[in-house]
C-alpha cells in the first residue's frame, strides 16, 4: 500500500515527464506498432469501493509498464508484458492512465473509473392538510446526492400512475410537477422516487422512493347552513334543533356545532350523499331566560359556514290558584258553612292573571277574591285565567279548583211529596231526596209501629203501610225530619163489595136448583140395574114397561 500524497506528487511528475516526452519526440517516433490496454475499460463502481485494473501490452520486451492515477494503488501482481494493481477506497470519477516503453516508444492508454452512489434523501415537500376542488397543487420532490447525475431520474407518483418524470439537477435536485385538485384525488396517496438507471452499464436499475403522503380535497359551499330552531322554549322544557348543509364533500369528514349560547350541544351528525344533517335538543334553564342565540357551526378543510337564530326562553309557571280559611281538608279544599274563604290566583313576573272574570291589577301582581262559603257554594269552582305575551304570541293557561263546603243535611218538601194516596197491591217508589255534604243517611219510618219503608226502589204497598211516617236525614253536620202521610185505600168499594156478594148468593142458589131438577128428571126416566156376579158384562138399562111391570099394581 502506497501513501497517498507522496504518491500523488511522483505520479504527478511522471505523467508530466510521459507527456513532455511524447510531445518532444518525433512523428515517426511516437506512431507504435504495439498498443498498451488498460482493462478494465470506463467501469463504474460504487462509492468507497475497489477495483483491480491491468495494464497489459503485446510488446514482446515492454519496458517499465506503470499505472498512473490520483487514487489509492496497490501492486497485486505482474507478468513480462502486464501488471495488475488493486485501487481501493474510490470516492469520486477518476481517470487512470498506464504508461509503457516498447523499442524505445512511449506507449499510454487511459480508462475513465465512474463511481456511482445512491441519493442520501429523497422527500416530497409537505401537501396542504386540505386543498379546495378545482384548485392546482404543486408536488415538490427534493433529492439529496445520488451519482452518476446523467443516470438519475426524478418521478412524482399519484399511487404508482406517474405524473412526471425529470432528471435530477442540481444539490440537492428540486423536480415539480402541477395537478389539478379533484374529488377523485381525496384520499390518493402522492410520492417522488429516484432512479438510478446503470443498466448500459450491466448493473441493474436501484430506486428509492419518499414516504406517501395522503391528499384530502373538499368542497364547501359558500351559502350558509340551514338552521330549524323552535320560535321560543319554556323553562324547563326541551325542543329539537336540527342543522344542514348540501353540496358538501365529503360530508362525513366535516365537524358540526350546535351551541345554545356559551353552551356546547351534545350533536348528532348524519351524512348522506353531500347532505350533512345535526340535530341536538335544547333544554331551557331559569339562567338562560331571555333572548339566546342558537349557532351552527359546520367546519371542513379548515374553513368554516356559520348560522344564528334566535330563540327566546321564557318562565311560565302559573297560573296557581290558593283557598285560604278554615280548610279541613287539604286533599279537596273543604270549609264548613259560614267560613270566610280568600282566593287568589298568581303566576311568574309579567303574566297576566284574572280570577272569575275579573283581572288582577297589572301584570305581575294576583288576583283574588273574597266569600262567605254557604250551601251554594258547595263544589264552586274558581277560574283563573294567566296569559303571557312571548315574542309577539300570546300565551295562555287556565287553572281551577273546586271548594267543598260542609253544611247540615236538608230534605226538600219539593223532592219528597208529604201526601201520598196509594191502592193496595199496587208497585209505587216512594220519591225522597235529602241534600247534604257529607251526604247524609236518609230513612222513613211508620210513627206506630218503627216499620221503615223503602226509599227510591219499587215496593208493593199493603194497607198495613198505611199511616204517618218520619223521614229522617243525617250526617256528621246534623239530623232534619220530615213527616210524610201515607193513605192506602183497599182496591174495592162498599158498594161493590155488597154487589158482588148478592151475586155470588144468586149463583149459589141457581146451581142447587139446578142440581135439584136434574137428579128428579133422571130418577123418573130411567132405572138402572148392577150384575153383582160379573164385572164382565156391560150394563143394561130396562125399559120402562118392564120397570113399571114390577111397582106394585
Known amino acids: 500500500m502506497v501513501p497517498l500524497g507522496p504518491l500523488h506528487g511522483a505520479c504527478c511528475t511522471l505523467l508530466i515527464s510521459l507527456l513532455l516526452g511524447c510531445c518532444l519526440l518525433p512523428p515517426g517516433i511516437q506512431g507504435q506498432e504495439y498498443l498498451l490496454r488498460v482493462e478494465p475499460q470506463d467501469p463504474v463502481i460504487p462509492a468507497r469501493g475497489s477495483l483491480l485494473v491491468n495494464c497489459s501490452t503485446d510488446c514482446p520486451d515492454p519496458e517499465l509498464i506503470t499505472l498512473e492515477t490520483s487514487l489509492l494503488k496497490e501492486l497485486v501482481s505482474r507478468g513480462p508484458n502486464w501488471v495488475a494493481f488493486q485501487l481501493s477506497n474510490v470516492t469520486a470519477d477518476s481517470k487512470v492512465l498506464c504508461a509503457s516503453f516498447c523499442n524505445g516508444s512511449q506507449m499510454t492508454s487511459s480508462s475513465d473509473i465512474t463511481v456511482y452512489r445512491f441519493p442520501e434523501r429523497v422527500e416530497l415537500a409537505p401537501l396542504s392538510p386540505w386543498q379546495p376542488v378545482g384548485e392546482n397543487l404543486t408536488l415538490r420532490c427534493w433529492v439529496a446526492g445520488g451519482a452518476p447525475r446523467t443516470h438519475l431520474s426524478v418521478l412524482l407518483l399519484r399511487g404508482e400512475e406517474e405524473l412526471s418524470r425529470q432528471q435530477a439537477v442540481g ?296 199511616g204517618t211516617y218520619c223521614c229522617r236525614a243525617v250526617s256528621s253536620q246534623g239530623t232534619h225530619t220530615l213527616t210524610v202521610v201515607m193513605n192506602v185505600q183497599d182496591r174495592n168499594s162498599p158498594v161493590v163489595t155488597i154487589f158482588m156478594g148478592v151475586l155470588a148468593i144468586l149463583g149459589l142458589v141457581t146451581v142447587i136448583a139446578a142440581l135439584l131438577y136434574i137428579f128428579r128428571v133422571r130418577k123418573r126416566n130411567d132405572i138402572y140395574h148392577v150384575n153383582q156376579g160379573s164385572t164382565c158384562l156391560p150394563l143394561t138399562s130396562k125399559r120402562p114397561s118392564e120397570v113399571l111391570g114390577r111397582e106394585p099394581s
Open 171 to 466: 444539490e440537492p435536485a428540486e423536480v415539480t410537477t402541477t395537478v389539478l385538485a379533484n374529488r377523485d384525488n381525496h384520499g390518493a396517496n402522492f410520492s417522488c422516487r429516484s432512479e438510478l438507471d446503470l443498466r448500459p452499464q450491466g448493473l441493474g436499475l436501484f430506486q428509492n422512493s419518499s414516504a406517501p403522503r395522503q391528499l384530502r380535497t373538499f368542497v364547501l359551499p359558500a351559502t350558509s347552513p340551514r338552521l330549524t330552531v323552535p320560535r321560543f322554549l319554556e323553562v324547563g322544557t326541551s325542543g329539537p334543533l336540527a342543522c344542514s348543509l348540501d353540496k358538501l364533500f365529503p360530508a362525513s369528514e366535516a365537524q358540526v356545532q350546535l351551541a345554545l349560547g356559551n353552551q356546547m350541544l351534545n350533536t348528532s351528525v348524519l351524512s348522506q350523499g353531500d347532505t350533512l344533517t345535526a340535530t341536538a335538543t335544547a333544554t331551557a334553564s331559569a339562567e338562560q331566560e331571555g333572548a339566546r342565540e342558537i349557532v351552527c357551526n359546520v367546519t371542513l378543510g379548515g374553513e368554516s359556514r356559520e348560522i344564528r337564530k334566535n330563540l327566546t326562553i321564557y318562565s311560565f309557571w302559573g297560573p296557581t290558584v290558593n283557598l285560604s280559611g278554615t280548610i279541613v281538608n287539604l286533599t279537596e279544599p273543604t270549609v264548613p258553612e259560614g267560613t270566610t274563604v280568600n282566593v287568589t290566583c298568581a303566576a311568574g313576573a309579567r303574566v297576566q292573571v284574572t280570577l272569575d272574570g275579573v283581572p288582577a291589577v297589572a301584570p305581575g301582581q294576583l288576583a283574588q277574591l273574597q266569600i262567605n262559603a254557604t250551601e251554594r257554594d258547595d263544589r264552586r269552582s274558581f277560574f283563573c285565567n294567566a296569559t303571557l305575551e312571548v315574542d309577539g304570541i300570546i300565551l295562555r293557561r287556565n287553572r281551577s279548583v273546586q271548594l267543598h263546603v260542609l253544611y247540615g243535611p236538608k230534605i226538600d218538601p219539593a223532592k219528597c211529596p208529604q201526601h201520598l194516596t196509594w191502592k193496595d197491591r199496587t208497585i209505587h217508589v216512594l220519591q225522597c231526596q235529602a241534600r247534604g255534604n257529607p251526604e247524609p243517611q236518609l230513612q222513613c219510618l211508620q210513627e206506630s209501629s218503627g216499620f221503615q219503608v223503602p226509599i227510591g226502589i219499587p215496593f208493593r204497598v199493603r194497607l198495613n203501610y198505611n
